[in-house]
C-alpha cells in the first residue's frame, strides 16, 4: 500500500479556499512571496518527508536510541532526515530574511512542518524543538546570546529542548527546585535535575540549548519566582564554537508507548557545582517567557496530533476500499464478497476520522493564522483581537486535536480488524505515537482548567465575544446559502447560545461559590467549546465546499473535484449530527452542577 502523508487537495482547499491564505502576500513582510513561493515550500516539505522521513518510521520505532553510559545512539537515518530538514531552511522558515529564514506566514510554516510529522513524528521532534527554542531566544534573549546561538541553532548545527518538569514536581512548576547561583563572571551557575526532557541528549547537532526553569537564590515563592537560563551541553570558546563540556549529565533515558526515536531524558544539572546558565530576560520573569514556547508548542502538540491522526486515516480509507470481506444482509451468500468500505458501519468510522483530522486540521491552520494576523496585521486593533481570540483558542486547540487525533488513529486500528492490532501494519504505531500528545505540554485537564479558570474571563471575556461574532458571521452566511448550510448553521446558533447560557451560570459561580466546586467539571466546559468551534469549522468548510461545487457544475466539470466537494459536505453532515448534539449531556451536567467529582 501507499504512504500518503495528506490529501494535497484537502492542504489546498483549507489554506486557499477557506481561509484566503494567498491574501498574506499582500502584507509587508511577506512581499516578496507569491501563492507559487508558498506551495513551493509545501512541496519540498512534502518531498524531504516522503523521500527522508518516512522510510525510517518503522525501523526507528524498532530501534529506538540507547545509552550505553557514555553515549546516545540513534539510527542514522534521523541525523540525514534533520540534516535535510535543517539545510532546506525549515528551521529558520518563519524567521527573518537577515537571520537565513525565509519569512515564510506561520500558516504556511505550520503545513510544511505538518508533513514531517505525518511521515516520522520522532525524527520530526528534534526540528520543533530547535524551531520553538530558537524563536523564543530570538525574542526573549540578549544580543549577546542571540549572536552566539542563534545563528547555528537555525541552521541545524545546534538543536534545542525545553527544561521545565521535575520528577516530584510535574506539571506543577511552582514547585521546581532546581536553583541557579549568580556568579561574578556574568553567568549563573544552575543546580537540579529535569525529567522527560524531549531531545535532551544526542550526538547528531554539535551542541544542545537547554531552556531551564530555575529560582534563582532568594527569588518570590511561587512561580513569581522561576527565572528562565540558557544552559548549553558545550559552553562556546571565542569563536563560538563548542569548547568544554558544561555541567549537564544524562542519568538515562525514558522508554516509552510511542514516540519512540525523540530521545526522552532525565538530565542532571551542576553535579559537580559548574552548570553555566545565561539568564535570559530579567530575573523572576521566567514563566512568562516559557509560556511564548509553551503556547507555540501546545499548537504544535495539536498539529502533531492531527496529522498522525491524518496518516492513519488515509491508510485505513485505502485498506477498507482494498480489502473484500463479508455481504450486505440481503444478499445472497453465493454473491462475491465485497470491499469492507461497503459496510456502514466501516463508512461511519471513516466518516468519524475525516471529520476528526480534517476539522483538527482546520482547527491548527486557524491559530496558526491568527498568530499571523496578530504579528502582521496592519490594523493594530484587529492585530490585538487575534492575539486575544489566539489566546482563548489555544488550550481548546490543543485539547481537542490531541483527544480526537488519537480517537481516530483508535477507528484506524478498528477498520483493519485483526491486522490492525499487529505490528505488520503501521496504524498500530500512529496510535502508540499519537497517545502521548494529550499528555504533551500540559495534560488535557489542565487546559480545561486554564480555559474555565482564567482564559474565559480575560479582558472582561473579549475572546468569547470574538469568537461569538466569527461564529455569528458565518452563521449568516449559512442562513443566506440555504439548504443543509442553512440547518447546520441553525445548530451552530443553538449550540453557541447554550455555551453563552452555561457561560453566564459558571461565571456567577465562580464569584459565588467554592472556586474547586466549579472548576470539578472544567473538562464539561471544555468538551463543549471545543465541539462547537469544530462545528464552526466545518460550517466554514461547507460553506467553501457549496461555492467550489458551484464552480465546478458547468460542462467541463471535474468529477474529481465534485467528489472532493461532496466528501466534504458529508463529513460537515458527520460533525452536525453524530458530533455537535452531544454537548447537551455537558450542559446538563454544568447547569445542574453536577458534584460527582
Keep these: 500500500m501507499s504512504a500518503n502523508l495528506l490529501n494535497t487537495r484537502d492542504v489546498q482547499f483549507q489554506l486557499y479556499e477557506v481561509l484566503n491564505s494567498a491574501s498574506l502576500t499582500q502584507r509587508s513582510r511577506f512581499a516578496e512571496h507569491t501563492k507559487e513561493t508558498f506551495d513551493a515550500s509545501i512541496e519540498t516539505a512534502a518531498q524531504i518527508a516522503t523521500d527522508l522521513f518516512a522510510p525510517h518510521n518503522a525501523k526507528l520505532d524498532s530501534n529506538e536510541p540507547t545509552f550505553d553510559g557514555k553515549t546516545v545512539s540513534i539510527i542514522p537515518e534521523v541525523k540525514q532526515a534533520y540534516d535535510a530538514l535543517a539545510e532546506a531552511g525549515f528551521i529558520a522558515g518563519r524567521q527573518d530574511y537577515e537571520l537565513g529564514g525565509m519569512q515564510l506566514p506561520e500558516v504556511i510554516m505550520t503545513m510544511?512542518?505538518?508533513?514531517?510529522?505525518?511521515?516520522?513524528?520522532?525524527?520530526?521532534?528534534?526540528?520543533?524543538?530547535?524551531?520553538?527554542?530558537?524563536?523564543?531566544?530570538?525574542?526573549?534573549?540578549?544580543?549577546?546570546?542571540?549572536?552566539?546561538?542563534?545563528?547555528?541553532?537555525?541552521?541545524?548545527?545546534?538543536?534545542?529542548?525545553?527544561?521545565?518538569?521535575?520528577?516530584?514536581?510535574?506539571?506543577?512548576?511552582?514547585?521546581?527546585?532546581?536553583?541557579?547561583?549568580?556568579?561574578?563572571?556574568?553567568?549563573?551557575?544552575?543546580?537540579?535535575?529535569?525529567?522527560?526532557?524531549?531531545?535532551?541528549?544526542?550526538?547528531?547537532?554539535?551542541?544542545?540549548?537547554?531552556?531551564?526553569?530555575?529560582?534563582?537564590?532568594?527569588?518570590p515563592a511561587g512561580v513569581k519566582g522561576i527565572s528562565l537560563f540558557l544552559v548549553p551541553k558545550f559552553t562556546l570558546n571565542e569563536q563560538g564554537e563548542p569548547d568544554e563540556r558544561n555541567d549537564v549529565a544524562l542519568a538515562g533515558l525514558i522508554h516509552k508507548l510511542g514516540y519512540r526515536g525523540t530521545t526522552s531524558t532525565v538530565l542532571s544539572f551542576g553535579e559537580n557545582d559548574a552548570c553555566v546558565g545565561y539568564l535570559i530576560g530579567e530575573e523572576h520573569q521566567g514563566l512568562r517567557y516559557m509560556f511564548q514556547m509553551m503556547n507555540e508548542a501546545r499548537v504544535g502538540v495539536a498539529m502533531g496530533a492531527t496529522m498522525i491522526g491524518y496518516r492513519g486515516y488515509l491508510y485505513s480509507l485505502e485498506y477498507a476500499r482494498d480489502r473484500v470481506q463479508g455481504r450486505h444482509a440481503t444478499s445472497s451468500p453465493t454473491s462475491e464478497p465485497i470491499s469492507i468500505v461497503q459496510h456502514a458501519d466501516v463508512r461511519r468510522m471513516l466518516l468519524a476520522q475525516k471529520a476528526y483530522v480534517e476539522g483538527g486540521l482546520s482547527l491548527c491552520l486557524l491559530g496558526a493564522s491568527l498568530l499571523d494576523d496578530y504579528n502582521t496585521q496592519p490594523d493594530p486593533e484587529l492585530a490585538k483581537q487575534a492575539h486575544v481570540l489566539l489566546d482563548l483558542l489555544t488550550p481548546v486547540i490543543k485539547s481537542w486535536c490531541s483527544e480526537y487525533g488519537p480517537k481516530a488513529n483508535d477507528l484506524a486500528i478498528q477498520i483493519l480488524g485483526g491486522a490492525g492490532y499487529t505490528r505488520e501494519y503501521p496504524v498500530e504505531q500512529y496510535w502508540r505515537d499519537n497517545r502521548l500528545n494529550?499528555?504533551?505540554?500540559?495534560?488535557?485537564?489542565?487546559?480545561?482548567?486554564?480555559?474555565?479558570?482564567?482564559?474565559?474571563?480575560?479582558?472582561?471575556?473579549?475572546?468569547?465575544?470574538?469568537?461569538?461574532?466569527?461564529?455569528?458571521?458565518?452563521?449568516?452566511?449559512?442562513?443566506?446559502?440555504?439548504?443543509?448550510?442553512?440547518?447546520?448553521?441553525?445548530?451552530?446558533?443553538?449550540?453557541?447560545?447554550?455555551?453563552?447560557?452555561?457561560?453566564?451560570?459558571?461565571?456567577?459561580?465562580?464569584?459565588?461559590?467554592?472556586?474547586?466546586?466549579?472548576?470539578?467539571?472544567?473538562?464539561?466546559?471544555?468538551?463543549?467549546?471545543?465541539?462547537?468551534?469544530?462545528?464552526?469549522?466545518?460550517?466554514?468548510?461547507?460553506?467553501?465546499?457549496?461555492?467550489?461545487?458551484?464552480?465546478?457544475?458547468?460542462?467541463?466539470?471535474?468529477?474529481?473535484?465534485?467528489?472532493?466537494?461532496?466528501g466534504k459536505l458529508q463529513a460537515a453532515q458527520y460533525y452536525f449530527k453524530w458530533e455537535l448534539s452531544t454537548i447537551q449531556q455537558d450542559a446538563d451536567l454544568l447547569l445542574n452542577r453536577d458534584d460527582t467529582c
Aim: proline content about 2%; glycine content about 10%; hydrophobic content about 40%.
Design 438 to 566: 494529550p499528555i504533551h505540554e500540559g495534560t488535557n485537564g489542565i487546559q480545561a482548567l486554564d480555559l474555565l479558570g482564567r482564559k474565559v474571563w480575560q479582558h472582561k471575556s473579549l475572546g468569547l465575544q470574538l469568537l461569538g461574532k466569527r461564529i455569528g458571521e458565518d452563521v449568516h452566511r449559512a442562513e443566506a446559502e440555504g439548504g443543509r448550510c442553512q440547518e447546520w448553521g441553525k445548530s451552530l446558533k443553538d449550540a453557541l447560545l447554550l455555551v453563552q447560557k452555561v457561560t453566564m451560570q459558571l461565571g456567577a459561580d465562580l464569584a459565588q461559590t467554592d472556586v474547586n466546586k466549579t472548576l470539578a467539571n472544567a473538562g464539561c466546559y471544555l468538551n463543549m467549546v471545543g465541539k462547537v468551534v469544530v462545528s464552526w469549522l466545518w460550517l466554514r468548510q461547507a460553506l467553501a465546499a457549496e461555492i467550489g461545487l458551484v464552480a465546478n457544475s458547468d460542462a467541463d466539470k471535474n468529477l474529481d473535484e465534485t467528489n472532493f466537494y461532496q
Design 112 to 219: 510544511c512542518m505538518g508533513y514531517f510529522t505525518s511521515a516520522n513524528a520522532s525524527t520530526s521532534g528534534y526540528s520543533f524543538l530547535t524551531c520553538a527554542a530558537s524563536n523564543l531566544i530570538n525574542i526573549f534573549g540578549s544580543e549577546t546570546l542571540k549572536e552566539q546561538f542563534l545563528p547555528p541553532m537555525l541552521q541545524g548545527r545546534f538543536s534545542g529542548t525545553m527544561a521545565m518538569t521535575e520528577p516530584h514536581a510535574g506539571s506543577s512548576l511552582s514547585d521546581i527546585r532546581t536553583s541557579a547561583k549568580k556568579t561574578d563572571q556574568g553567568h549563573y551557575l544552575v543546580k537540579g535535575s529535569k525529567m522527560f526532557i524531549s531531545g535532551g541528549d544526542h550526538e547528531m547537532t554539535d551542541n544542545i540549548v537547554h531552556l531551564v526553569l530555575a529560582k534563582i537564590e532568594g527569588a
